[in-house]
């Protein structure tokens, strides 16, 4: 499986491209899709201290992009690019129409990035899955 996505790396481009298309849209694409109304925002689960939906968001990219990507060069501008994206991306709802900046999504996507790259250490650190 992980070499599927490392040999298909417009999956993760894909899965990018339209995680930035949904949060600079104004209003919620996915509330329109499944309650028929561009203001309400479908909730996945109950959120926590950070936001859930934007922690799972975040997750499956990160998850994606650690399958994609092998080379330790690679890794290291894959961090920084989803933790940069995690923060700009929030901080564009400051300036989007119908979009609110919130701290708990800002964390949601945060925490999500970093779950993912602590795991990813702990899997290099420990020679786990050394093929």
């Given at each position: 499986m992980i070499k599927f996505f490392s040999t298909n790396k417009i999956i993760f481009y894909s899965i990018n491209?339209?995680?930035?298309?949904?949060?600079i849209f104004p209003g919620s694409l996915i509330g329109l899709a499944f309650n028929g109304d561009l203001e309400a925002q479908p909730q996945i689960t109950f959120d926590f201290i950070v936001s859930s939906n934007h922690f799972y968001a975040f997750l499956l990219v990160s998850i994606v992009g650690f399958f994609t990507f092998k080379i330790q060069k690679q890794i290291k501008y894959?961090?920084?690019y989803l933790i940069l994206l995690a923060?700009?991306?929030e901080l564009?709802?400051?300036?989007?129409?119908?979009?609110?900046?919130q701290w708990s999504d800002l964390f949601g996507n945060l925490s999500g990035v970093i779950i993912v790259i602590l795991i990813n250490n702990l899997i290099n650190r420990n020679e786990f899955f050394k093929e």
């Open positions: 491209f339209f995680l930035i298309f949904l949060y894959l961090k920084i923060i700009i991306l564009f709802h400051l300036i989007i129409p119908e979009r609110d900046f």
